[in-house]
């Protein structure tokens, strides 16, 4: 598997580089590698813990942290984009494992993956666009939190937290002693973060933190808590595994639960959470590819990521791993870091298998502390500072908004919080558009004494009963024209307002006509059947032709 996909990647490698005037120099090449470096070291400790909180073997973390981060970073919509194990989806998978079994986790994953492949191939990646800017905010400072958050439990006594069953609340933190070391150790790794690009850009400012925190620590003999704490992260090659039973009989898998069931039974039982972690997994991904493509200047490769996602959990599934999805604090680092091509993430990936296969004794020994200044300033880099200003600047509708998706990516998921957004959103942007329907009446040019009303305004579902409100039927005379020139007919709401408008007028024996129909408004009241005459009205509205209304056709409900 792995020299096809490493073909496939120098395929895909050199038009890239070429267009981004790098070429394959050696700087280039050096830049990418210890960036990848870099984020291999920070995958680490977040792949175990996540793997603690879906209830699985630090191992399933660490090889879908592997598989799913190889394969996206070589047939993934965005060069620099970072992709494993997450938290946004092990809480999920947490009640999976504990009622059914790991087996069925690794089953959950393939349905996710082919769920995910659908979604790609089926170019609905495409509806990302739809994400408002407020939400993008919104969801960057909640992510920020988050993982500022999930660091907090480094400053506590390894496994406590996991033996509490509280999660990080129920841990116990470090002695005073050595919690002020592992303080002093942080802010030394984000100092020198932050102080060494001034200086040099030879190496990535968060490998050389990691690299100097490392080193004091182990020469002095400091004792804090080191990724060996955490779990052995040893381990061999990931195998072939078929989490499915086809026998019927109970059968032990890898880590000693019963393999799936190859019945509907079974299906009936994943499709749910599969159902919620493609949903989760493709909203974080393609959010994170926006955000990296922000910073490189790349643009699309929705569809092509969500493919790449879905492939890369498939095979995980089949491999022992827990699946995942794009990680945007990785993304930040290896970007950051000078990376912008799949190499980086190749290499991380390939770095990380080294680390379980035979690097395991020597990464066992880096300390948190380093790890943790890292990620603390990679919070700094993710937090949308500049939101705290402009939210008096901007529309109080989208500063709600940016704190409503902050606070709920922080109490319960991004998937949740950017839906929540988008619903809110496009609620006000419904109801602004709902208040802007008016008219504006004269007397016809063209049609003596009929009188004319000129919709101002969009109307659809949110407009409809305010564009019947608009009329003064009893006091009209014989003949009205509704004037469209200034609005469009959306949906079937404002077909039936149009028709509701016509059988009041009918049935006060007055003729009603539609004018300066544009083409889209046309076909869609052609299509109801609600033009008497079908004709095509000019797109530019350089002439005007009056329909005649046929009623009854949508009815009264």
């Not at 995958?43 to 996540?50: G, I, K, Q, S």
């Not at 030394?188 to 190496?203: E, F, G, N, Q, Y």
């Not at 159902?275 to 926006?290: F, H, V």
């Not at 008096?392 to 991004?414: G, H, M, S, W």
Request: hydrophobic content about 55%.
């Amino acid at each position: 598997m792995t020299r096809i996909l490493m073909a496939a990647a120098k395929n895909r490698l050199s038009p890239e580089l070429t267009n981004m005037g790098h070429g394959w120099g050696a700087n280039r090449m050096k830049i990418e590698i210890l960036a990848g470096l870099t984020v291999a070291l920070a995958l680490v400790p977040e792949a175990v813990a996540f793997a603690f909180v879906a209830g699985v073997h630090p191992l399933v973390g660490l090889y879908a942290a592997f598989i799913v981060g190889l394969i996206t970073a070589v047939i993934g919509g965005r060069p620099g984009m970072i992709s494993g194990a997450t938290g946004a989806l092990a809480v999920v998978m947490v009640a999976l494992v504990a009622e059914h079994g790991v087996e069925y986790l690794f089953a959950t994953v393939i349905l996710m993956g082919l769920i995910q492949i659908t979604v790609g191939v089926l170019r609905w990646g495409k509806f990302i666009r739809l994400v408002p800017h407020p939400v993008m905010l919104g969801f960057v400072n909640g992510l920020a939190i988050v993982i500022f958050l999930a660091q907090l439990s480094q400053f506590q006594v390894p496994g406590s937290a996991e033996a509490s069953g509280h999660g990080m609340a129920g841990g116990d933190w470090l002695p005073g002693p050595q919690l002020a070391m592992m303080l002093a150790l942080v802010a030394l790794t984000m100092a020198i973060i932050w102080l060494l690009p001034k200086v040099t850009t030879i190496i990535p400012a968060p490998l050389a933190g990691i690299g100097i925190t490392a080193a004091i620590v182990l020469v002095f003999s400091i004792d804090v808590p080191r990724v060996g704490d955490l779990a052995e992260i040893a381990g061999g090659f990931p195998a072939f595994h078929m989490p499915f039973s086809f026998s019927g009989e109970p059968t032990a898998g890898l880590y000693g639960d019963l393999l799936a069931p190859f019945t509907m039974e079974t299906f009936w039982i994943i499709l749910p959470y599969a159902l919620i972690l493609s949903a989760i997994g493709l909203i974080e991904s393609l959010l994170t590819l926006n955000l990296v493509g922000e910073i490189t200047g790349e643009k699309g490769g929705a569809s092509q990521e969500c493919v790449a996602q879905g492939v890369a959990n498939t095979v995980t599934g089949f491999f022992g791993g827990m699946g995942g999805c794009a990680m945007i604090g990785q993304s930040m680092i290896n970007v950051k870091s000078g990376a912008r091509t799949r190499i980086a993430g190749i290499a991380a990936a390939l770095f990380l298998l080294s680390f379980i296969l035979i690097g395991a004794p020597l990464i066992e020994q880096i300390p948190l502390a380093a790890l943790v200044g890292v990620m603390f300033m990679v919070v700094i880099g993710t937090f949308a500072w500049n939101s705290l200003t402009i939210l008096f600047k901007v529309p109080r509708t989208d500063a709600i908004v940016i704190i409503l998706v902050t606070v709920v990516t922080v109490a319960t998921d991004l998937a949740t919080a950017v839906v929540v957004g988008v619903i809110v959103s496009a609620l006000a942007y419904s109801w602004q558009n709902a208040t802007r329907i008016h008219a504006i009446t004269r007397d016809s040019a063209t049609e003596k004494g009929a009188k004319v009303y000129e919709i101002q305004g969009p109307l659809f579902f949110g407009s409809a009963d305010g564009f019947m409100e608009l009329f003064e039927i009893e006091s009209d005379p014989d003949t009205v024209i509704v004037d469209f020139n200034g609005s469009r007919v959306v949906d079937q709401s404002a077909l039936q307002a149009i028709e509701a408008v016509a059988g009041k007028y009918e049935a006060a024996n007055k003729r009603i006509m539609l004018r300066h129909l544009s083409r889209d408004c046309h076909r869609l009241l052609s299509k109801a059947g609600h033009l008497m005459v079908d004709s095509d009205d000019d797109p530019d509205y350089e002439i005007a032709t009056d329909y005649s209304v046929r009623t009854g056709i949508l009815g009264d409900h």
